[in-house]
């Protein structure tokens, strides 16, 4: 069981930045693939970005470039970086985590992930 908590969402004005962690709770972190979803009002969730147990990293087109996501097993979290800000990143943003088939196994779909944070809010304003 693992228990994952959000932080560090908040306004920003477009082209700034802001640094979201998910603490995560329970054994064997370093075992499980880690992603950064987001969801906007009236849309579904979508795939933000992943990394692999090794802690490789993967990025939606929308934010390549943009965002960048790590992890740290020692302190069990993970961390998104988040920097040139629009107001179409603006989203409630939810970590996961998946028990990883493999150290080089990363997700996509939101389904594959078996558990899930409460969420933290960003807003990019205009």
């Known amino acids: 069981q693992v228990q994952l908590v959000e932080s560090g ?14 603490a995560a709770s329970g054994r064997n972190f370093g075992t499980y693939a880690m ?4 969801q906007a009002p009236e849309k ?18 929308s934010v ?3 965002f960048t996501i790590s992890r740290d097993n020692a302190k069990n979290s993970i961390y998104l970086q988040m920097n ?7 989203a409630a943003y939810y970590c996961a985590a998946k028990q990883a088939a ?8 939101s389904n594959s992930y078996d558990y899930w944070g409460q969420g933290t809010q960003v807003t990019v304003s205009s």
Not at 9 to 22: D, F, H, I, N
Request: glycine residues 12%; hydrophobic residues 30%.
């Open 9 to 22: 969402g908040g306004l920003v004005q477009a082209g700034g930045s802001l640094r979201l962690s998910c």
């Open 35 to 38: 992603g950064w979803f987001r």
């Open 44 to 61: 579904e969730r979508e795939f933000v970005a992943a990394v692999t147990r090794s802690g490789a990293p993967s990025y939606s087109d």
């Open 64 to 66: 390549k470039a943009r």
């Open 84 to 90: 040139s800000l629009k107001p179409e990143d603006t």
């Open 102 to 109: 493999t150290a080089s196994s990363w997700y996509q779909n």
